[in-house]
């Protein structure tokens, strides 16, 4: 439904005297002394939320895996023959061709089973857990970008903008701000629906604010209206000189979204963060057709995401920004390996997360998920990479962030993941699995996990690993439906074999995971207790 | 002089540093060490124009000068009453507008009128659905009933499911049980057609649970989710609990769905082939209760175990408190606010009336710290542009519907569109932290607010020959001295706000009405309009000031709150 419908009719009429709030604007002294973040960069992270919970295990298929889908999900799963071939170990759904080129010149990187420790399968709550990167049991009110953002400006929104930061820090397309964006003070993104209508507005302001919620609401309202106002100009000034080259695909939600983006970005806007969303992954009944399961709700997402991340790559290029832009995906979970009757999944636990544009590494990272002979109903895809690993390794990479400090940001238990790489070089597809994925050995220490013996097993197994150097290894046992069992090992360890016991004398027989990271891989493996 | 500094000069700067404001204003801390005290009993202080106006503002939507005055006159206790008074619900929704649809005429109402395999009725019985929808709480009077079917509706959360005949059905039983038992409400829900639909309920079967209403029962409609405190247990609830209400609620499926069969009426029904038999055992959460055998009547029994928890009441008091007070609910709330509301309800099995106007007629209720931090959602914002400013709609009720759908139109760009909130957890302003009600208000949604109070004052909407536009002479009318510049100012600021216009705001105000010119000269301009006012100068003279008036004081942050 277009609000201009009913609306636009006023804009003609409105040539009355405009007020403004009596706050003013003043510009205000130069920035902070302490930064630690690179002000004069000018890269661009472009976030695409994917709302409701994308079911992974049928849009990057795990070939290996796929008798085990069969039994598993049997209406739903797409035919071997039918999915895209990119490599001897992964398919993609049939309705990411998009993708598949992407993939193909080397600018797509998938992550595999992003997640975290104790699955929360309610939408709301781990929808909120992605947004502010806290751990399963922690409530934070500031969302991961807000706290980056709010290291350099921690007194905004006061008096912002300014002389030196007349544009918006982040920008969420569409009606509601971004909870990512959450600072200490206030949201550090500005929503925008249309950046090429944009008005400015009015209001009284008087002088006295009670020191009551009521005067806190006011403030709040009278901030919004001041800073809607001093950021409309230059938002629509980067709307008016910015310019999109390639073809969008017509009717694609996702797709005007981003062609707004790549608009505001070559308009010269300097906002370091957008963040756009696609809903309606959320596919309890009618992921796919009934006897099609090629067809859906499912596929046309999948197509949607697929067609509008192409286009907008392709327009970064034409418009040479190709190497200022990355993009990422991510939603709030996975969906169960079990399939229901309706067609549908249920909330489940990981799933890959994409990664976009010129200056990544390529390929897969991780493994494939490992799917058991026989996944319990409650079962979903057990997590590989910690998703504020991800977070941090992009703040690293992108952002220049310090380490350290992404362990303030983030969690101390951070570990660099290598999924962007600098511009500049020739970069191709690795040819994955036959190498392990991106690290810097001269930084990081590896493992080379050795399984566990035996397996299955009925009370004990053993668990064995190889560290190419010393470093920290955390290893935790986690069970079917993302429930951490124990941490087994949370400490630096001397390079050399390490064999760590699990005892599971006192667990109900089942499928169990065990997940080992460091610095440089974070690797997850199936294990199973019989009676 | 571009226009900050225009108005930095004419509204001068403010005498707090912004620092200051700001930092209160946005850090949560404060405002912890800010809420009130006073708890739960009778609220005994005066009641005056301003406490009347407090009371309806937040029971109903946009209320006018007059039915504020009458509050005022009758008491704080008659107007509960009256709030509270037993309402029949409202004609149903007629076709106002398709001459193509076969099983109704123009006039009649479609809510058990069979669809057609020729035409597509959909559209316009959707139409009229939201048109009635927001006529309804145009008339609503001096009842809590309209806003009670709002509060079910972003509770119980239903949307996307395109019959609106189920539409219609769902949102009638909300109004049937406005301040009724809400534990009975849960069973109708539970099994109510748009629902099972809605969450799946239709495809849970004993072959094939679907959990997703039994989650969202437990998680988001009755007893919340508390903290994880071990793998798979929040507290209140455990997750093997999910599985296990999910095949108690397995059978039920809906009836009637678009049908174009004129018998068959929407509906729900039990089939006892799809229904799980086998034992269902709830975990400690729930006394380790055991449901078996029961058939149709396990859903029932399900809820009643439920209920039995006092942990639902007060559940269900914060989200009572958030829809009528405030956002913040802190350890004295829940102790002298949320704990005292729960008792009664559980006292009172469940019914919602008694905790409810406890809640209104409380000593914290009318708090001066609980007096205008609300702000308003789209929809009360909307209705008290409309009905506070007394625009006029037609009496013919064909006409009458056109405009209402008109107005409904405006609510999915404001973010607040009726029978499609964004989630089952419905409107994010009632449970986002830490924004909660600022959630409704960014750069997309204030220039709307702007533009439509223009709107209304300056175009109006036309349909046919009729305009529904604000008329401000008119509305001055009601007021009790308009021709004193500066009581006319406070007296719509008494209308519109919160609190009073400061002396401040009165000067700025005055500027629009009578700019450059001596408070005397409003008096004689209005005079002389009195005398006269077939005169047609006289009385756009006056008119378009009180038009500018209106606009400053309509595009204030003060008439966002409530």
């Known amino acids: 439904m277009k609000r201009r419908n009913f609306i636009k009719a006023t804009s003609a009429a409105m040539t009355l005297p405009i007020l403004v709030n009596g706050m003013g604007v003043q510009a205000i002294a130069k920035s902070s002394l302490f930064s630690s973040l690179n002000d004069d960069s000018d890269r661009v992270l472009v976030l695409i939320q994917l709302n409701g919970g994308n079911d992974g295990l049928n849009m990057i298929v795990p070939l290996d895996q796929y008798d085990k889908l069969a039994n598993a999900r049997s209406n739903i799963l797409i035919p071997e023959s039918s999915l895209l071939d990119v490599n001897d170990l992964v398919g993609f759904h049939p309705a990411m061709t998009g993708l598949k080129s992407l993939h193909d010149d080397g600018n797509l990187t998938i992550v595999q089973s992003v997640g975290y420790a104790n699955q929360n399968r309610s939408h709301f709550r781990s929808t909120d857990i992605w947004n502010t990167a806290s751990e399963a049991n922690e409530f934070l009110t500031t969302g991961w970008l807000g706290r980056f953002f709010n290291e350099d400006h921690p007194t905004f929104p006061e008096n912002y903008p300014n002389d030196d930061y007349q544009d918006p820090f982040a920008i969420t397309i569409g009606s509601l701000v971004s909870e990512t964006c959450q600072g200490i003070g206030g949201n550090y993104s500005l929503a925008i629906n249309d950046p090429f209508n944009l008005n400015p507005l009015a209001s009284v302001g008087i002088d006295e604010v009670p020191d009551t919620p009521y005067g806190e609401e006011l403030t709040f309202l009278r901030t919004s209206i001041e800073q809607t106002n001093a950021y409309s100009e230059v938002i629509g000034d980067a709307a008016t000189l910015g310019n999109t080259m390639a073809t969008y695909p017509d009717g694609n939600r996702l797709g005007e979204q981003l062609r707004n983006v790549a608009t505001l970005i070559s308009g010269g806007l300097k906002t370091k963060v957008y963040i756009v969303s696609l809903g309606g992954f959320d596919t309890h009944a009618n992921q796919t057709v009934d006897g099609n399961p090629l067809n859906g709700a499912h596929a046309d997402l999948l197509n949607i995401l697929s067609d509008a991340i192409t286009a907008f790559q392709n327009d970064l290029k034409l418009l040479g920004l190709e190497e200022r832009v990355m993009g990422m995906t991510f939603s709030e979970f996975g969906r169960r390996i079990r399939s229901n009757a309706s067609f549908g999944t249920d909330h489940g636990d990981a799933a890959p997360l994409l990664v976009f544009g010129n200056c990544i590494n390529p390929g897969f990272i991780g493994e494939n998920p490992e799917i058991p002979d026989s996944p319990g109903v409650q079962d979903g895809v057990a997590m590989q990479h910690d998703f504020r690993d991800v977070y941090g390794s992009v703040l690293v990479d992108w952002f220049e962030v310090e380490e350290e400090k992404v362990k303030d940001l983030l969690y101390a238990d951070f570990q660099y993941i290598s999924i962007l790489d600098p511009c500049g070089g020739t970069i191709t597809p690795n040819d994955w699995p036959n190498t392990p994925s991106p690290y810097n050995p001269n930084k990081y220490s590896i493992v080379i996990d050795h399984g566990n013996f035996p397996n299955p097993f009925r009370e004990r197994t053993n668990i064995e690993f190889e560290l190419e150097k010393e470093g920290f290894v955390g290893l935790s046992v986690f069970n079917g439906s993302g429930q951490k069992i124990v941490d087994l090992v949370h400490k630096t360890l001397y390079a050399g074999k390490h064999q760590v016991k699990f005892d599971a004398s006192t667990l109900p027989p089942g499928n169990y995971y065990y997940h080992i990271q460091t610095a440089g891989a974070q690797r997850t493996k199936l294990m199973v207790k019989v009676r | ?562």
């Open chain 2, 1 to 562: 002089m571009d226009r900050r500094t225009t108005l930095t000069t004419l509204f001068g700067r403010n005498q707090k540093s912004s620092t200051e404001n700001i930092t209160q204003a946005l850090s949560t801390s404060s405002m912890t060490e800010m809420t009130v005290n006073s708890g739960l009993e009778p609220y005994l202080g005066p009641f005056e124009f301003e406490q009347a106006a407090h009371l309806l503002r937040r029971s109903t939507f946009g209320p006018t000068y007059a039915q504020i005055k009458a509050s005022k006159d009758q008491g704080l206790e008659a107007t509960v009453n009256q709030l509270f008074e037993f309402k029949p619900s409202p004609e149903p929704p007629i076709n106002y507008s398709s001459q193509n649809d076969p099983n109704v005429a123009i006039g009649e109402t479609w809510i058990n009128a069979p669809y057609s395999t020729t035409v597509n009725l959909l559209a316009y019985r959707n139409q009229s659905l939201r048109a009635w929808t927001i006529g309804n709480m145009i008339n609503e009077g001096t009842s809590i009933q309209e806003k009670m079917v709002l509060f079910w509706h972003n509770h119980f959360v239903t949307a996307e499911v395109n019959d609106p005949k189920f539409r219609y059905k769902n949102i009638e039983l909300f109004r049937e049980f406005a301040w009724g038992d809400f534990k009975e409400l849960t069973k109708r829900v539970t099994v109510d057609p748009t629902m099972l639909r809605y969450l799946n309920g239709r495809q849970n079967t004993a072959v094939s649970p679907n959990e997703n209403y039994a989650r969202e029962l437990l998680e988001l409609f009755t007893i919340g989710k508390g903290e994880a405190v071990g793998q798979g247990d929040y507290t209140n609830y455990t997750e093997d609990d999910v599985v296990q209400m999910a095949r108690v609620l397995t059978g039920w499926q809906d009836v009637g769905f678009g049908t174009i069969n004129p018998d068959l009426e929407v509906g729900s029904i039990f089939r006892p082939n799809r229904h799980d038999n086998e034992a269902k055992v709830l975990s400690h959460r729930f006394d380790n209760q055991v449901i078996t055998d029961m058939g149709a009547n396990e859903y029932a029994h399900l809820i009643d175990i439920i209920f039995e928890k006092d942990e639902v009441a007060r559940f269900i008091s914060r989200k009572l408190y958030r829809w009528f007070v405030y956002y913040v609910i802190n350890d004295d709330i829940e102790a002298n606010i949320i704990e005292p509301m729960a008792q009664i309800l559980i006292q009172n099995d469940y019914n919602i009336q008694p905790a409810l106007e406890a809640l209104l007629s409380s000593e914290h209720f009318f708090d001066m710290l609980n007096v205008g931090p609300m702000i308003k959602n789209p929809i009360d914002f909307l209705m008290s542009t409309l009905k506070q400013t007394e625009v006029e709609f037609p009496n013919n009720v064909l006409l009458a519907n056109r405009f209402w759908w008109q107005i409904f139109r405006v609510l999915p760009a404001m973010q607040m569109e009726y029978y499609n909130p964004p989630s089952v957890a419905g409107w994010k302003a009632y449970y986002q932290e830490p924004m909660f009600y600022r959630m409704w208000i960014n750069s997309t949604t204030l220039p709307l607010r702007q533009q439509l109070s223009n709107l209304m004052l300056f175009d109006g909407v036309v349909q046919g020959d009729f305009q529904i536009i604000i008329e401000p002479l008119e509305l001055v009318e009601s007021l009790d001295d308009p021709f004193d510049p500066n009581n006319l100012i406070k007296e719509f600021g008494n209308l519109f706000f919160p609190n009073s216009v400061t002396d401040d705001q009165v000067d700025i105000l005055k500027e629009i009405l009578i700019p450059g010119l001596p408070d005397f000269e409003w008096t004689v301009e209005y005079g002389n309009y009195i005398a006269d006012p077939t005169n047609e100068d006289k009385k756009v003279a006056v008119e378009n000031k009180l038009k500018f008036l209106l606009q400053g004081m309509m595009s204030m942050p003060e008439f966002y709150l409530s």
